[in-house]
């Protein structure tokens, strides 16, 4: 079982739909809890970055992080075209002071006009 | 403020030949990243630098690959000899001291043939 458990789609909404994308995790350690954005042949942006259990909202953006499920969802109110991008999970344990990541393998989102 | 650079952007080369990718991070950065991303998959992390001291390497084939800080600055990832499942793009990432926040370059994207 990998650490960090991510469907990887595609998912296909049309355009203004409230997109849901999840990952699990197994391990307890993982403190630390991000959302990246990639674009095709580009690297990962940062979108979201959570710590405790809850939500964290920014503009169209949601994160929610549930430790007691070791579950953690980012939600994309009016979807875009420009949304299209592969989302990736990620989070980090503490390991001799410093922060180690992990990330999940990525779902492929599809906003189509 | 200028980004993660990455040279080479492509490169091809036959399997049991060596290559070696640069990363120039953000000025004063103390955090260095390097991950291999296959097709299909998310980031893992190969290696950790803070400044010029490895922080975590756990996930280095260091029978084949190699990589080094010098003067916490640039550093090299190495690979020797290459072989046909290395075939991915690598990514390099910093974040300054005390965020969390990684900032990825455009990464390199290495076929062995």
């Known amino acids: 079982q990998k650490e960090v458990e991510q469907d990887p789609g595609p998912l296909s909404v049309p355009e203004g739909a409230i997109v849901s994308l999840n990952c699990t995790y197994s391990n307890s350690a993982f403190q630390y809890f991000m959302w990246y954005r990639q674009y095709s042949r580009k690297g990962p942006e940062l979108l979201m970055y959570t710590y405790s259990s809850g939500n964290k909202e920014d503009g169209r953006f949601t994160a929610q992080v549930d430790k007691s499920s070791k579950y953690i969802s980012l939600f994309i109110r009016d979807s875009q075209p420009s949304d299209s991008a592969t989302y990736l999970c990620?989070?980090?344990?503490?390991?001799?002071?410093?922060?180690?990541?992990?990330f999940g393998r990525g779902t492929s989102l599809i906003v189509h006009p | 403020e200028a980004g993660v650079a990455q040279s080479p952007r492509y490169k091809i080369i036959e399997k049991r030949q060596s290559v070696a990718f640069w990363c120039n991070p953000i000025?004063?950065?103390?955090?260095l990243y390097w991950y291999q991303q296959i097709l299909g998959q998310g980031p893992k992390l190969l290696i950790q630098f803070q400044n010029n001291g490895v922080v975590d390497d756990s996930q280095l084939p260091k029978d084949r690959f190699s990589a080094e800080r010098l003067k916490g600055v640039d550093s090299t990832l190495k690979i020797q000899p290459a072989k046909l499942e290395d075939s991915a793009v690598y990514l390099c990432?910093?974040?300054?001291?005390?965020?969390?926040?990684?900032?990825f370059g455009p990464g390199t994207r290495l076929t062995v043939l």
């Open positions: 990432a910093s974040n300054p001291s005390g965020t969390d926040t990684q900032y």
């Open positions: 000025s004063g950065h103390a955090t």
């Open positions: 990620a989070m980090k344990r503490t390991a001799g002071g410093s922060y180690i990541p992990t």
